[in-house]
């Protein structure tokens, strides 16, 4: 039996060899690393079992006799008798520590106990921002937040309420056990399950924090919040007996019965406004002054003028804080402040992003400024920003604020509180570090208050600013302490200190905006690079949507968001004319100059490329002027800044300015250019639903929520992730083919896109390898294997690295393509299908310009952007005379910068006319 059995087990052995072979090479790893994690521990132990022995020598020898044996006992109570080896603290720190006088050794346990403490991350949400996390001093943060948090000393866990309206009944006053119905509740408004933790007091507390005035426990586990309650008639208390899970000494109600009990809030009430329409109602009244905080960033400087030449009144101040990151636009608006007594642009800047802390420390510092200004007498705070506009008149704003003043004006959700705390992501703990707001767990809110929350735009009467930030009440103090870690805080701060504070009567549920919320295109997670979250943004207005700009004309809000002019000017034209600014003789009303580069902006590869097409705009310029005639041959060329110029809504032309000197001139003169863009996109054959292609582009920096590229004039290099822009009539839905093909004939990508018969604009986004290989590409649009449409584009060489000339190594590095292929497939099966013919030839010219340094380079560079872009104009700053007799004035032109642009201007006649 023996030989049958040893031979049973042999084919056995065989049959699962190789299952025994991965089974041993697992076993054999994992000892591996549980001896490297032995030894790596060791060390670490060794290492404070020395720092202990060091601070007990030191104990030993202080002076204090106080101090000695509580930091010795704190130390024992920090490590035991066998210690941990949590705390990773250098050796120079050590030695740097057990040198300071007996009387420190209680702060260096507490910084000991602090950085062990904190060497545990409990939620993978903390791990991963601590994994992700770029410096040591954000890592750090993440940690002592989180530690912090758990230690329940990050904020505090419960906080007054102290408005001084209350409800009939106290907190937790119990009513009794009522009767339910599953069709029909009786506490009808928000429920909630609490499977391990369900009791009175919480659900009850749940309840308060909804802003609902009674709770019900029913069913063990369900918490049922609402404002009424007792529909259905009391029931014997032994109806209730389920007992609770999170108070075993507590009964949570039964099947279809509920115990209820008062949160002890009151029944709500709202304060009506309406619009003012007799003028005579505030005549005997002191009107309001408003100060306008504008929160600006970005480029659009002509809009945030003309926003403040609509709203200018002698009256009202503005006070401007632009971002620490858009330096271009501080120092074109800063000179306002020497030509207008009331605008005053904040000094202490702020790098806010969507979401973050920084934007509310930033509302509290402008605020504490504001109130600091003994020369301004405001009695409203208004934020706006350059997206915003007014849809009203600034004397019906003024009116509105006087009739109600006292009142603060901030717009709640609309749902049910419990369901906006969750979208909201109220119920998690946030950091902003890094310039990125990381998610790290889930935190509970403070007991004892209402939360509410909805709009960041807010209007606030200056005791209720005074009061957030002179007092020092545990209210106030403690929210300001949570919402340091939360996300989104200026759209919830004021509104639950408005709700629990002293001033709680006097909230008017009204932002005194208009918002233009899409949500099927706005919420788009189009923050997700610098947020954990996936929020929405609202859309830019565009003539679509006029019609609903007008019905409001009788309804109390006196801005609309968003508007962007690079985007829609028509719309804002549209509105000036609805609202009776009389500007259609103005010039230069349907174009729009956008700033896209200045030579004192951050050196970065994006400023790289933007000099090198600028360059060799300029360069085409040089050789059709020098051409011309000899005294406009131009030299030593130093490039100024470069404008978007967009005509009715449409990208007209590139704009450069740039310094040169010409023959015969000691001094510079200062000339702009206008180039015009070539687009290269062909229907090779509309067949099928090839004859809904409505036009085909290629761009970088693509849009979802507003479906354009941010990158305006579409330059592309070697670093660009390129998206295609796609744009299609209505019909039935279809599925065609894409092909990305590099210079050489290299197929970079070939995939599969669907088109809905709804999809009108959408994007396709192919994630090539960098540095793209330079020259013209081409994407071929394919159905049933056939090539029906095609786009070409082109990837420029860099001609600079930070500002400075490529090295011959760097251009060979950056402008031949990626190591291996641009993606992990191979397509080159496709080449012949999609007719590519002299590939090897291709590929042996782009070898040689891939070495091209210098004048070489440019002249490469020059025939590349030739291929999309040419010359149309140039005009000069000042007048040149008969040294350059084809150049016009720039301000006589329609299309330059300098021209007459007196919809975004500041104009001393409209200045003596108390206006901008």
């Avoid at 997670?525 to 949507?545: A, I, L, R």
């Avoid at 190591?819 to 590519?836: A, P, R, V």
Wanted: hydrophobic content about 35%.
């Amino acid at each position: 039996m023996a030989a049958p059995r040893a031979a049973s087990s042999w084919r056995i052995c065989r049959r699962y060899r190789v299952f025994f072979y991965f089974c041993f090479i697992a076993l054999s790893i994992q000892m591996f690393l549980g001896y490297s994690f032995y030894s790596l521990n060791q060390q670490e132990l060794d290492k404070l079992n020395r720092w202990k022995s060091d601070v007990e020598k030191m104990l030993q020898t202080a002076p204090s006799p106080k101090s000695t044996p509580n930091a010795s006992s704190h130390l024992k109570q920090i490590f035991g008798d066998r210690h941990q080896p949590e705390t990773k603290l250098g050796q120079s720190e050590v030695d740097r520590q057990v040198r300071k006088p007996a009387d420190d050794v209680n702060k260096l346990t507490e910084v000991v106990k602090k950085k062990s403490d904190c060497t545990k991350l409990s939620t993978k949400e903390a791990l991963s921002a601590y994994s992700r996390a770029t410096t040591d001093s954000c890592k750090q943060e993440i940690l002592d937040i989180v530690c912090s948090y758990e230690q329940r000393t990050l904020y505090p866990s419960s906080l007054p309420r102290l408005c001084h309206v209350k409800g009939k009944e106290p907190f937790g006053k119990y009513f009794g056990c009522f009767k339910d119905n599953q069709k029909d509740r009786d506490v009808p408004n928000f429920s909630e399950q609490f499977p391990k933790d369900n009791s009175p007091e919480k659900c009850t507390n749940f309840c308060l924090t909804g802003s609902y005035m009674y709770a019900g426990v029913q069913y063990k586990d369900e918490c049922w919040c609402g404002n009424s309650h007792g529909k259905y008639g009391l029931l014997p208390e032994t109806s209730c007996s389920s007992v609770c899970p999170g108070n075993s000494s507590e009964t949570c109600g039964g099947y279809n019965s509920q115990r209820i009990f008062s949160t002890g809030l009151p029944e709500k009430k709202s304060i009506k406004a309406e619009l003012v329409y007799n003028f005579d109602l505030v005549r005997d009244l002191t009107r309001v002054r408003i100060v306008f905080v504008l929160t600006v960033n970005g480029r659009a400087v002509r809009q945030v003028r003309r926003l403040i030449n609509t709203l200018y009144d002698p009256n009202h101040y503005f006070y401007i804080h632009v971002d620490s990151r858009s330096e271009y636009m501080y120092r074109e608006l800063l000179p306002l402040e020497e030509k207008l007594h009331n605008v005053r642009l904040s000094k202490e800047r702020f790098a806010t992003i969507w979401g973050g802390a920084s934007l509310l420390q930033a509302h509290l510092t402008f605020m504490k400024c504001l109130l600091e200004m003994s020369d301004w007498h405001w009695d409203y705070y208004i934020n706006l920003s350059e997206s915003d506009y007014p849809i009203k008149t600034v004397e019906s704003l003024t009116v509105f604020l006087t009739r109600y003043r006292g009142n603060n004006f901030l717009k709640s959700n609309g749902r049910e509180t419990p369901t906006f705390i969750k979208k909201q992501g109220l119920n998690w703990l946030f950091h902003e570090c890094d310039n990125h707001l990381w998610r790290l767990g889930k935190c509970e809110l403070p007991l004892g208050i209402q939360v509410d929350g909805g709009s960041d735009w807010i209007g606030l009467y200056r005791d209720f600013v005074q009061y957030s930030l002179t007092s020092t009440d545990t209210l106030i103090t403690g929210l300001k302490q949570f919402y340091k870690y939360t996300l989104l805080p200026v759209e919830s701060f004021f509104h639950v200190l408005l709700l629990n504070s002293e001033f709680c009567e006097s909230w008017i549920d009204n932002n005194l905006h208009l918002t233009n919320w899409k949500r099927k295109q706005g919420c788009k997670c189009q923050h997700k690079k610098q947020v954990d979250w996936c929020g929405c943004s609202p859309n830019d207005f565009k003539m679509e949507d006029l019609d609903r700009l007008l019905t409001y004309k009788g309804k109390v809000a006196f801005f609309a968001r968003k508007y962007e002019p690079v985007v829609s000017q028509e719309i804002i034209n549209s509105v000036d004319n609805f609202m009776g600014r009389d500007i259609s003789d103005l010039p230069g009303l349907n174009r729009y100059w956008h700033n896209d580069y200045h030579y004192k902006d951050q050196v970065d590869w994006k400023a790289d490329l933007w000099l090198t097409f600028a360059g060799s705009f300029v360069r085409h310029n040089q050789q059709v002027l020098g051409s011309a005639t000899s005294q406009c041959t131009m030299s030593d060329i130093f490039i100024i800044e470069s404008h978007v110029l967009n005509l009715a809504d449409s990208f007209h032309r590139y704009l450069v300015k740039y310094n040169v000197t010409l023959p015969g001139r000691s001094v510079p003169v200062t000339l702009e250019s206008q180039y015009s863009y070539k687009q290269h996109y062909r229907i090779i054959d509309p067949l099928g639903p090839i004859g809904r292609l409505q036009n085909l582009e290629v761009g970088t920096d693509f849009d979802p929520k507003e479906l354009v590229f941010r990158n305006y004039p579409k330059f592309l290099g070697p670093n660009s992730e390129v998206a295609l822009r796609h744009v299609w009539g209505y019909g039935t839905e279809t599925t065609l083919s894409v092909a990305w093909i590099d210079p050489v004939g290299i197929v970079a990508v070939y995939q599969d896109i669907t088109v809905t018969k709804e999809t009108r604009i959408d994007a396709h986004k192919p994630k090539l390898k960098a540095p793209l290989r330079p020259g013209v590409w081409t994407v071929k649009l394919l159905y049933r294997l056939k090539v029906c449409a095609e786009v070409q584009f082109v990837v420029l060489p860099y001609s600079t690295q930070n500002n400075v000339p490529l090295t011959r190594d760097q251009a060979i590095s950056l402008h031949n393509g990626p190591q291996g292929l641009y993606s992990h497939t191979n397509y080159s099966d496709f080449t012949e299908k999609l007719g590519i013919k002299d590939s090897a030839k291709l590929y042996q010219e782009s070898v040689i310009n891939g070495r091209k340094v210098g004048p070489d380079l440019e002249a490469w560079i020059d025939k590349l952007s030739a291929f999309s872009w040419s010359v149309q104009d140039t005009c000069s700053v000042f007048d040149l005379g008969q040294s350059c007799p084809p150049i016009d004035l720039c301000v006589n032109t329609r299309w330059s910068s300098l021209s007459p642009d007196p919809k975004s201007e500041i104009s001393q006649i409209m200045l003596s006319n108390l206006k901008i």
